[in-house]
């Protein structure tokens, strides 16, 4: 199947500062990408959508100042989490879906961020 | 709205046991059904789908039919191995091509 690369995998940051995460679509190119997160024990909550050239869209309740998606080309998404706070540790996970496929959608490998 | 409800985990079954891990869906209009599972330190894969009722999605040994009058999508599969050892997560795709995930069931299969 197709291969979405996220990074990086794990980081750990301070309090106030901002980390970024990218994401990237090795052998395909597309147009929409997906940003996910995951609290312990809990299901995967879409945070919002990012569409190739244009705004991304948030989902309700997820602060769009705080989550910065950026999607500048065809392969690339990244968010980032401004002002980190320790509530913000979480497993955040990106996936992507190639063109022509309905719902079918690949997934990155997940990055683990940890807020001290 | 739409949601996915799957038995909670973890499920610790012996090597060869019979695995079934529950999945019920609330939907409006007729949502695909996916199974996604995620080894441990990998990204989420898709495992297997159905996109219509009665529908049987297959893979790996594992199997899952989509049934619209139980509202559910139960993985199944015959006879486990330790290599099973993952989290297992039932999804839906709405009609906004988002998917809509359950909890996730972690798997321990012991030797």
């Known amino acids: 199947g197709a291969v979405v690369s996220q990074h990086p995998s794990w980081v750990i940051c301070k309090s106030g500062t901002s980390v970024k995460i990218e994401c990237r679509s090795l052998?395909?190119?597309?147009?929409?990408m997906f940003w996910y997160r995951q609290f312990p024990k809990q299901s995967l909550m879409l945070m919002a959508t990012?569409?190739?050239?244009?705004?991304?869209?948030?989902e309700q309740g997820v602060e769009k100042d705080k989550f910065l998606i950026n999607h500048a080309s065809l392969t690339l998404s990244t968010l980032t989490v401004t002002s980190a706070h320790p509530e913000d540790s979480s497993f955040y996970i990106c996936?992507?879906?190639?063109?022509?496929?309905?719902?079918?959608?690949?997934f990155g490998q997940g990055t683990r961020l940890t807020v001290v | 709205g739409d949601s996915v409800t799957q038995m909670e985990g973890p499920v610790t079954l012996s090597e060869e046991a019979f695995l079934t891990i529950n999945c019920t869906y609330t939907?409006?209009?007729?949502?695909?059904l996916f199974w996604y599972v995620q080894y441990p330190g990998e990204g989420l894969q898709l495992l297997l789908k159905?996109?219509?009722a009665d529908d049987k999605g297959s893979n790996k040994g594992f199997e899952a039919t989509y049934r619209k009058e139980t509202t559910s999508f139960h993985l199944e599969k015959g006879s486990v191995q330790v290599s099973d050892s993952a989290v297992y997560f039932c999804?839906?795709?709405?009609?906004?091509?988002?998917?809509?995930w359950g909890a996730g069931t972690k798997l321990i299969i012991k030797p």
């Open positions: 996936s992507a879906r190639p063109p022509g496929s309905n719902t079918e959608a690949f």
């Open positions: 990012s569409n190739e050239g244009s705004k991304a869209t948030y």
């Open positions: 939907a409006t209009g007729y949502p695909s």
């Open positions: 052998d395909f190119q597309a147009t929409t």
């Open positions: 999804a839906l795709g709405d009609s906004n091509y988002q998917l809509i």
């Open positions: 159905a996109t219509k």
